[in-house]
């Protein structure tokens, strides 16, 4: 009879933050896959939990992946924990999950802290979407052009970000995206918490004015406000709605639409550049 795989949320700083359920969850699991041992023994040691570890980590899983099922397989509880939070967001375990599933081993997620959320929470920025895009890439150049990509998200973007890699960022971000609101959220729940608000270049400011920024931080920017500004002329913005195919009063339609203008401003503009 096959056993079971349980993803449990651990805390993102304060070990207070976990949940009655995971510390049960982790007592009773036969495994504990750790992304890092030392660092769960910390929290199983604060609880009291004696659950057998086990490493598995990005260099690692593949490998460990393909074990762990074998022995849920064989009828093992396994637990799968993260350094902080939720396993997979950003950190290890879609292998081990994937494989959990494909073998037909039930895959159990206990929720619990999210820096993101938690960030997003506190940030004052809109909660009604958001994107959730990860850390941003290492290289300037892959950097703006994956922030350009999200210009017009009408969402709160979410990131990770290093401390050493802050300044910069936010750099990319007052070039990219200019003055929206940014949130820094750094040492969520941890002795040293703070979230500064303001624009890219502000925050930045106050960052640049410490002698280093450590810790872990999550960075949020304010959504897109709406589509930028069209320059080109109505008649022409028309014209290339028709030649796509569109019908005239459609592209009329779309672009009074896109322009916030009304059918018959647009209609008007139209008969002006023809006379």
């Known amino acids: 009879m096959s056993g079971l795989l349980y993803i449990v949320a651990t805390p993102i700083g304060n070990l207070e933050d976990i949940t009655y359920r995971a510390v049960r969850v982790l007592k009773e699991a036969g495994l504990i896959a750790c992304e890092d041992t030392r660092h769960t023994c910390k929290l199983l040691e604060h609880y009291g939990i004696q659950t057998p570890t086990i490493s598995y980590h990005e260099y690692n899983e593949v490998e460990r992946s393909e074990d762990l099922a074998a022995r849920m397989l064989a009828g093992a509880v396994v637990a799968l924990v993260s350094d902080a939070g939720m396993p997979l967001v950003s ?28 960030a997003l929470a506190a940030s004052g ?62 040492e969520l729940t941890k002795i040293h918490e703070e979230c500064l608000r303001g624009t890219a270049a502000e925050v930045r400011a106050q960052l640049a004015q410490r002698e280093a920024v450590k810790g872990e931080i999550t960075l949020l920017i304010g959504k897109a406000t709406g589509p930028p500004p069209d320059d080109t ?7 290339a709605l028709v030649r796509g195919g569109a019908p005239r009063m459609d ?21 002006e550049a023809r006379q």
């Open 91 to 118: 950190d290890p375990g879609y292998r081990l999950v994937r494989a959990a599933i494909e073998n037909g081993i039930p895959v159990r997620a206990i929720p619990g802290p999210s820096a993101s959320l938690a």
């Open 125 to 186: 920025l809109p909660t009604d979407a958001f994107h959730f895009g990860g850390f941003l890439p290492h290289k300037p150049g892959q950097r703006v052009k994956a922030l350009e990509a999200l210009a017009e998200e009408q969402a709160t973007l979410i990131f990770y970000e290093a401390p050493h890699r802050i300044l910069e960022t936010l750099e990319a971000i007052e070039r990219t995206l200019g003055s929206r609101p940014v949130v820094v959220a750094r």
């Open 233 to 239: 002329p109505v008649e022409e913005a028309v014209e």
């Open 251 to 271: 592209a009329i339609k779309q672009v009074a639409r896109r322009r916030g203008l009304s059918k018959r401003e647009v209609y008007d503009r139209l008969l």
